[in-house]
């Protein structure tokens, strides 16, 4: 399985790797720096010895694939170079711990909200969650207290815990569906100062400063108990 560097140190942008399998535009390394999409948030893009990834993905043996502009005209056990596009991967990590912010006021004012999806873009992200009323004085007040957080400048952190650990911390599973925290062998989980901690394999940033500013910039009614916020930020 692939080592996955961005577990390690999340501002690591460049790596060397042996190339262990590669299947036409796709290519498996023994351990990488890019992160492969998942958890709603978009697989990374790069470049690995010049050319362009275009897409970071895991197969079906949980190894991460790396999708190249073209075919490599490297082969199988060549130790190569990568690099991710770390802008992007930088924005994603700031909209991802945003994330975790709504999140933790979403909890903070409601009690036990339920999430029931989300997604990371380049520009914004959307959040959605078990509520019956949310209106606009509702939401300008979710942004002022999660740019509070933001202000305060609380470290985030990672690490991983065993299956024990997770059934005595029922508060770690946000998921309406908590089928799916069944098929993870490995669980991590990111935390937010003393304020917050759940279930969690992407990257983010090391401190809440670092997000910037959270702005809402859309609300949706997606059912009779399904909210959306939409985000983004500056």
């Known amino acids: 399985m692939t080592e996955k560097l961005f577990w390690q140190d999340q501002y690591l942008k460049e790596f060397e790797g042996k190339v262990i399998e590669i299947k036409g535009r796709e290519v498996i390394l023994d351990r990488t720096v890019f992160y492969a999409r998942s958890g709603g948030q978009p697989g990374d893009t790069g470049e690995i010895n010049g050319i362009k990834v275009i897409d970071t993905y895991y197969d079906d043996n949980g190894n991460i694939v790396h999708l190249l502009e073209k075919e490599p005209n490297f082969k199988v056990g060549d130790i190569v170079k990568g690099k991710i596009d770390w802008e992007r991967r930088y924005k994603l990590m700031r909209l991802h711990t945003a994330l975790h912010i709504l999140s933790t006021v979403l909890n903070n004012i409601f009690g036990n909200v339920k999430i029931t999806g989300s997604q990371i873009y380049e520009d914004k992200a959307r959040i959605d969650f078990d509520l019956d009323k949310l209106d606009d004085e ?3 007040k979710i942004e002022e207290k999660a740019n509070e957080i933001v202000n305060k400048d609380l470290p985030v952190y990672a690490k991983f815990i065993n299956k024990e650990e997770l059934e005595k911390m029922p508060q770690l599973k946000r998921l ?8 993870y062998d490995v669980l991590r989980v990111v935390g937010i100062g003393d304020i917050d901690i759940q279930l969690d394999g992407g990257t ?3 401190s809440t400063k670092e997000v910037g500013k959270i702005k809402i910039i859309g609300r949706e009614n997606k059912g009779k108990n399904n909210k959306r916020l939409i985000i983004t930020v500056e």
């Open 176 to 183: 309406m569906d908590e089928k799916r925290y069944e098929k």
């Open 138 to 140: 509702l939401v300008k």
């Open 204 to 206: 983010h940033v090391k």
